[in-house]
């Protein structure tokens, strides 16, 4: 009787110890996903509109440097300027004839430019209100910071599963 009373024993142990390395390995698998969900969930609008900002303040002063040899080359024409025909053949066509396909300004660069690059984000932010835009993630910055604090959790399971493995086989048990 006592060695039924020993393996029932070892039995219930056994189970425990598996039901516990199991639960242990479930709480790692779902603290990956939501890692996984934080770090690659949408950007959260206001990073994509910084980011916009950032990118229109670059295309603005691109524009300034690109509009004054425009402007400069129509101001030594005084004699187009009663004509506005010649005055947009040259501010428009002009420059786009004397140019390098490279140096050429993209529609997007001009209006950042004419817009400044504040308006240009202020309407990018209306019209991404009304988008149908999917569920933005958290903030960069708050981003960085969950992510931290699950990967920290995630290597403090990882040590707790170590720690069940390492004891299973002190105890001679062979687990995966």
């Known amino acids: 009787m006592a060695l039924l009373d020993f393996l029932s024993g070892l039995r219930t142990e056994l189970q425990n110890f598996a039901a516990q390395l199991s639960g242990i390995r479930l709480e790692i698998e779902k603290n990956q996903r939501e890692i996984e969900d934080v770090e690659f969930a949408p950007a959260a609008h206001s990073d994509l509109l910084a980011a ?3 990118w229109a303040q670059g295309q603005e002063a691109r524009y300034k440097t690109h509009l004054k040899p425009q402007l400069t080359r129509l101001s030594s024409k005084p004699g187009i300027l009663h004509d506005p025909a010649a005055v947009i053949n040259e501010f428009a066509y ?5 140019e390098p396909q490279a140096a050429r300004m993209s529609l997007d660069a ?3 430019g004419l817009l400044g690059a504040d308006r240009f984000t202020d309407l990018m932010a209306e019209k991404l ?3 149908d835009m999917p569920q933005s993630g958290l903030a960069l910055a708050d981003r960085r910071k969950q992510v ?8 403090t399971l990882r040590k707790k599963e170590r720690e069940l493995l390492d004891a299973a086989e002190r105890a001679g048990l062979s687990v995966s």
């Open 148 to 155: 931290a604090t699950l990967k920290t959790k995630q290597e």
């Open 129 to 131: 209100a009304q988008l």
């Open 94 to 98: 002009g420059a786009f004839l004397q």
């Open 52 to 54: 916009l900002k950032v």
């Open 110 to 112: 001009q209006l950042c």
